[in-house]
C-alpha cells in the first residue's frame, strides 16, 4: 500500500513563497505531482513530473512554480514563488505507480493573504 506524507502547506503574504513536498513509499513512482483544489472548485491540476523528468504545468503554475524529483527518496517538491490569493487552495499530492495505480495525499493546506 502506497503512502504518501505531504508537508510544507501554511500562511503566506501576496508574493511569497512556500515549497511543498510529499514523500512516498510503498511502491515505484512512474509519476508524481501536485493538484489543489479551491473552495467551490474543482480538482484541478498544477503540475506533474514523471520518473524520466518529462514535467507538465497549469498555465497558472507557469514561471511561478517549480517541481522537482529524488526518484531515489521517492519525493517530489514544488517550489512556489511569486505567490497570489487565487492561488489559495488545497493542495493534494498525486502518485501513479508503476502499475499504473493512482493515489492521492491527503491534501496540505496553502493560504495566500493580500
Known amino acids: 500500500q502506497v503512502q504518501l506524507v505531504e508537508s510544507g502547506g501554511g500562511l503566506v503574504q501576496a508574493g511569497g513563497t512556500l515549497r511543498l513536498s510529499c514523500a512516498a513509499s510503498g511502491s515505484i513512482f512512474s509519476t508524481m505531482g501536485w493538484y489543489r483544489q479551491a473552495p467551490g472548485k474543482q480538482r484541478e491540476l498544477v503540475t506533474t513530473?514523471?520518473?524520466?523528468?518529462?514535467?507538465n504545468y497549469a498555465d497558472s503554475a507557469k514561471g511561478r512554480f517549480t517541481i522537482s524529483r529524488d526518484n531515489a527518496k521517492n519525493t517530489v517538491y514544488l517550489q512556489m514563488n511569486s505567490l497570489k490569493p487565487e492561488d489559495t487552495a488545497v493542495y493534494f499530492c498525486?502518485?501513479?505507480?508503476?502499475?499504473?495505480?493512482?493515489?492521492w495525499g491527503q491534501g496540505t493546506q496553502v493560504t495566500v493573504s493580500s
Open positions: 498525486y502518485y501513479r505507480s508503476i502499475y499504473l495505480r493512482d493515489y
Open positions: 513530473i514523471t520518473r524520466g523528468g518529462i514535467i
